[in-house]
């Protein structure tokens, strides 16, 4: 053998070499989450969530939140509240907030039992039926589901599906609903027949829809692109049912490509080329969270009854 093909032999054995040790770090946690018992589900979202894809969680749960706006009985009411149309950005902060202490801490901990309280109290204040919780239950479960296994740099695990649909499954026990799904499949047909039975036309829900998509055209990037823009790659997301019931504007077929592929592409480059998040960053370290710059106290998030001496805003 020629000292050329034994050089070029050496230098490929290496590239592989490297490229292997690469993939295994990129998939570490992945593997190490495999490891675990099964009864460690909230370790398991925690770290799905803060360290394997944080961008796309925050965005999956974005997304679930503005789907419930199309049942009527929900968007009227956060629309009657006025809270979601004139204090959007605070609404959005003091959501994340809410649901990032349970993750963070532990459903159990001090804060997360505080979390999980002041979103009872809000509730509390308001004529809500188990139907709807339960729906809104399951868009946490499914839509961070499909929005990873579509857009992000891997596909999740059904050991990892299973640990998220046990977290949500806890935290809705501890909100006090009624008739939760015993597994991922449960949410997933829950969910699909209460679109089907609940969505239609609303105005009212339609003013929230568009509050909160005006919202998004501040985050970045989408604050650089002019509002039309940002409504476009927005309707572009949407499936068929969620559009027609706030009665969006059909995307062309070429922005679905371009804004879809452009996400897959975002997973790709990330699978490739970057490696694996080395610390955390949970919801309140998110730069779409900006309303407390010198921090908040978790008690005083949300909205109070009138006469409350914690202000509503």
Same mark, same amino acid.
């Given at each position: ?22 993939? *295994?770090?990129? !998939? =570490? #946690?992945?593997?190490?989450? /495999?490891?675990?018992?099964? &009864? $460690?589900?909230?370790?398991?979202? @925690? ?12 965005? *999956?749960?974005? !997304? =679930? #939140?503005?789907?419930?706006? /199309?049942?009527?009985?929900? &968007? $009227?009411?956060?629309?009657?509240? @006025? ?34 309280? @002041? ?34 740099? @891997? ?159």
């Amino acid at each position: 053998m020629s000292g050329g093909n034994l050089h070029h032999m050496t230098t490929a054995t290496s590239l592989t070499a490297r490229l292997r040790a690469r993939r *295994a770090r990129r !998939f =570490a #946690l992945r593997d190490e989450i /495999a490891a675990r018992d099964d &009864g $460690d589900f909230e370790s398991i979202v @925690r770290d799905l969530i803060s360290r394997e894809f944080p961008w796309g969680n925050t965005q *999956a749960l974005s !997304f =679930a #939140l503005f789907r419930t706006y /199309a049942v009527p009985s929900i &968007g $009227d009411l956060l629309c009657d509240t @006025r809270q979601f149309t004139e204090h959007t950005q605070k609404r959005y902060d003091d959501t994340v907030l809410l649901l990032d202490a349970p993750i963070e801490h532990g459903v159990s901990s001090t804060m997360g039992r505080t979390g999980i309280r @002041r979103v009872n109290e809000m509730h509390g204040m308001y004529d809500i039926s188990n139907d709807d919780m339960l729906y809104v239950l399951s868009t946490f479960v499914v839509c961070p589901v499909d929005w990873i296994n579509s857009y992000e740099w @891997r596909n999740l695990t059904d050991r990892e599906v299973t640990a998220l649909t046990d977290y949500y499954r806890l935290l809705g026990k501890r909100m006090g609903i009624k008739g939760i799904p015993e597994d991922y499949a449960g949410f997933e047909k829950l969910m699909e027949e209460y679109e089907i039975g609940h969505f239609t036309y609303s105005p009212k829900a339609r003013e929230v829809a568009d509050s909160t998509l005006d919202l998004l055209g501040t985050f970045a990037p989408f604050h650089l692109l002019p509002r039309a823009a940002v409504r476009r790659i927005s309707f572009a997301l949407m499936d068929d049912r969620l559009r027609v019931a706030f009665r969006y504007p059909r995307p062309t077929r070429v922005e679905q490509v371009v804004v879809r592929g452009g996400l897959k592409a975002r997973g790709l480059a990330i699978a490739l080329l970057f490696p694996p998040r080395r610390e955390p960053m949970f919801g309140r370290q998110t730069p779409q969270v900006r309303g407390y710059p010198n921090g908040y106290e978790i008690e005083k998030l949300g909205t109070f009854k009138p006469g409350c001496p914690v202000p509503h805003i």
